[in-house]
């Protein structure tokens, strides 16, 4: 789990000099926010945070979160000297996309909910690492992600098709995907179609997440938990490569529907999963990993356990007919 590695003072549930977790810094924001709502509107900034007020036109607003932003960056973030940007719930007209592009900026709502909307036609595009981002919503445009970025958390965030870190269809022919790496932290978070590094990799944590058609990878090696995808979801065309995927659900030629689970180096664990017609890799397939306490809402397992290789398992899943299947 990335830690933010500055030290906490004397107070607090931590000892004194240890290191925030993000679990840590979301709660202290959280805190602060409450403060600033319960005491002074008119604070708008302290040694570590900015606060937008939104009282303005959505299009203001945007402008007020904007030199907010810039103002941060001028404060000299580190690993050390984080700053917050705390955002009042509210319209931000963009017509230009607003670029979280400095480490040790961290953008979030000031309630923790998802209430700061992002309009107009400008979108938030993330393109450096070390951030905590939380409560945006940029309704049915790309939330945008362009690189692994794995000390980033999203939390609580909301965009249209391709959103974090996803990617349109290859280009007919092409038989290489073209998507991104993705290893960020995502909790809470909704994406259209081909979201959660569509037609990529994902492989990084994904908490609670809901994602359309193709979401989710071209390839899977994190930690996927009581996440939704539609059809041809969690590497539907590719494989699973490692990690744990517990308590999702799928449709269609979801999990790995026609790749491989798993590797004779790589053995990961798919577990208390839903999948629909042709999901578990039923195509020319091998099963090296484990697949314990799945479902199929349409066809069985037959070919899945035809596919099992080496130490590989199906053990107490289920098919449509609730019949048990085990290899």
Do not use: H
Not at 25 to 54: H, M, Q, W
Not at 133 to 146: E, L, Q, S
Not at 199 to 210: D, E, H, L, Q, V
Not at 274 to 290: E, H, I, M, R, W
């Amino acid at each position: 789990m990335p830690q933010y590695p500055f030290l906490t003072r004397a107070y607090g549930p931590n000892a004194k000099g240890s290191t925030l977790t993000w679990e840590d810094l979301d709660n202290s924001l959280l805190f602060l926010s409450e403060s600033i709502n319960v005491t002074d509107n008119d604070i708008l900034s302290g040694s570590n945070y900015l606060f937008v007020k939104a009282d303005g036109t959505p299009s203001q607003n945007a402008t007020e979160l904007s030199a907010s932003y810039t103002q941060a960056k001028a404060s000299s973030p580190s690993a050390t000297n984080r700053i917050a940007v705390l955002v009042s719930p509210g319209k931000y007209t963009f017509t230009s996309d607003f670029i979280l592009d400095t480490q040790y900026i961290d953008v979030v709502s000031l309630t923790g909910e998802c209430d700061v909307l992002v309009t107009g036609s400008g979108t938030v595009v993330i393109s450096n690492d070390n951030m905590f981002v939380r409560g945006i919503d940029v309704d049915v445009k790309n939330f945008t992600m362009t690189g692994s970025l794995p000390s980033t958390v999203v939390k609580n965030c909301k965009g249209g098709d391709s959103s974090f870190g996803g990617y349109p269809p290859p280009t007919p022919g092409d038989f290489t995907s073209p998507g991104y790496f993705i290893a960020s932290t995502f909790i809470d978070c909704v994406g259209g179609d081909y979201s959660f590094a569509s037609n990529g990799s994902a492989y990084g944590k994904f908490i609670n997440c809901t994602g359309g058609d193709y979401s989710f990878g071209q390839y899977c090696d994190g930690t996927f938990s009581n996440c939704i995808g539609g059809n041809y979801s969690f590497a539907w065309e590719g494989n699973i490569e490692g990690g744990l995927i517990e308590n999702c659900t799928g449709g269609t030629f979801s999990f790995a529907s026609i790749g491989d689970i798993g590797s004779p180096s790589e053995i990961p664990t798919v577990k208390n999963c839903v999948g629909g017609l042709n999901s578990f890799a039923q195509g020319t397939s091998n099963v090296y990993g484990l697949l314990q306490n799945c479902k199929l809402t349409s066809g069985d397992f037959t070919l899945t356990i035809a596919n099992v290789t080496n130490n590989g398992a199906v053990i107490s899943c289920i098919d449509a007919l609730n019949n048990p299947q085990n290899s």
